[in-house]
């Protein structure tokens, strides 16, 4: 009995460290090349595998969807660099190769028994109902009183983007030019919108979820005008798709007149919500830009700029990607560069495209294979939202390596299989 007592409350452990590591991923630990979301996916993979082992138990063979992918991509990284001669970065490669690792120790093994999801689901939905009020907070109070609202530790150096006085530099010339688009306690708003999307996912679409209709719906509308108001364009598609299939759920079957009153008085809160913040031209200007093959062109960088790199790879790399952890040293190493993005050794692309690049065209095959299995595993309404919103993530953010990433697979691949068979 107290061994199972462990085990669950480590499966809590476990699961409050997965869903808050977005968050910690902001910051870089300091002296190390980590982040401590990195840090505390360390520590969750870990802890849990260890707990195991400790009660006599073992890990038994999962379905190493992710774990042949990385080993098979490993050895080909490590015959590029020998045979062919490529030169890498060694800080690099080792801190691509480490997360991978860690991420695939999660997947294959800890999220098939050691993620506990209801446990996941409530407190994700909390936080990121809690992240979507404190977005229209700052909102209002700069709106109307001209407070401004940095939550943000100064003590620490970000993750990738800088120091914490760069930051608030922008964000203040932002507010000059008009032009400041609040993101709770993340750097930018699409990193907000990729944490606080599948939580409206959970909310409008999983009826397994429990909790009562006025605290969905309290959650979902806090959500969207948050994801109105940040601004991203990715999170308002993803949010206009959530809803678009919550509708058509809604509207199946016999339509009442309390559906018909519901549905008009929703769709006209979203068009009052529309016109006060100019979602419309703001999204506009985004989806214009998909078409523009120039520098700064945030649309077509997103979606197209991991095939103007795969354009450039010779026949063979091609076959077999760069590898993984090596894109930006082989970008850099040998000056190339694309009309979307002249900043040399920038690996900047979503994250299909860091697959394609990074494996090539046999590694996409089966890296499609994988995704694939996955949907046809998913037999959970949480998985498939999960599993759609991340698709799209993947089709347009540079995602492949984050903790954001990790987040949803843990759901994705959650209660699969057991990994954990303690001894009785």
Request: proline share 2%; aromatic share 16%.
């Amino acid at each position: 009995m107290n061994m199972k007592i462990n085990l669950n409350r480590i499966k809590v452990w476990v699961s409050l460290l997965i869903i808050i590591s977005p968050i910690l991923n902001i910051y870089d630990i300091g002296r190390i090349p980590i982040s401590f979301g990195d840090l505390a996916l360390l520590i969750s993979a870990g802890l849990y595998l260890c707990i195991c082992l400790m009660h006599n138990g073992r890990i038994r063979n999962g379905s190493f969807l992710f774990s042949g992918y990385y080993a098979f991509f490993f050895i080909v990284t490590m015959i590029i660099i020998i045979f062919l001669q490529q030169s890498f970065s060694l800080v690099d490669m080792l801190k691509k190769w480490s997360r991978i690792i860690i991420f695939v120790t999660l997947m294959d093994f800890v999220a098939k028994d050691g993620f506990e999801v209801e446990y996941a689901r409530k407190w994700y939905n909390r936080i990121a109902v809690a992240l979507s009020c404190l977005v229209i907070i700052q909102w209002g109070a700069f709106k109307f009183f001209g407070i401004v609202i940095d939550p943000y530790l100064k003590r620490f150096p970000l993750n990738d983007h800088g120091t914490i006085e760069d930051l608030l530099a922008f964000f203040s010339r932002a507010r000059n030019a008009n032009a400041w688009r609040m993101a709770a306690v993340f750097p930018e708003p699409a990193q907000f919108a990729q944490y606080v999307c599948l939580a409206l996912g959970f909310l409008l679409l999983d009826d397994s979820l429990m909790m009562s209709v006025k605290r969905k719906y309290f959650g979902a509308l806090a959500i969207t005008l948050a994801s109105a108001l940040a601004g991203s364009a990715i999170g308002i598609i993803i949010t206009g798709l959530l809803w678009g299939l919550w509708a058509l759920r809604y509207i199946k079957g016999k339509v009442t007149i309390g559906k018909f009153l519901f549905l008009a008085a929703l769709l006209f809160s979203f068009c009052m919500i529309i016109i006060r913040v100019d979602i419309i031209s703001k999204l506009l200007y985004r989806l214009s830009t998909i078409t523009e093959f120039t520098e700064g062109s945030s649309g077509a960088l997103r979606l197209l700029q991991g095939v103007f790199v795969f354009r450039e790879l010779p026949l063979s790399l091609k076959l077999i990607g760069v590898g993984f952890g090596n894109v930006s040293f082989y970008l850099q190493s040998n000056q190339i560069t694309t009309p979307l993005l002249k900043d040399i050794g920038n690996a900047y692309m979503n994250g299909f495209s860091t697959a394609l690049v990074s494996s090539g065209i046999i590694g996409m095959v089966w890296y499609l294979i994988i995704w694939v299995r996955l949907w046809r595993q998913s037999t959970q309404m949480y998985q498939k939202v999960a599993y759609l919103v991340l698709m799209v993530l993947f089709c347009s953010s540079n995602i492949f390596y984050s903790c954001a990433a990790m987040l949803y697979f843990s759901f994705i691949c959650s209660q699969f299989e057991s990994v954990c068979n303690s001894r009785r």
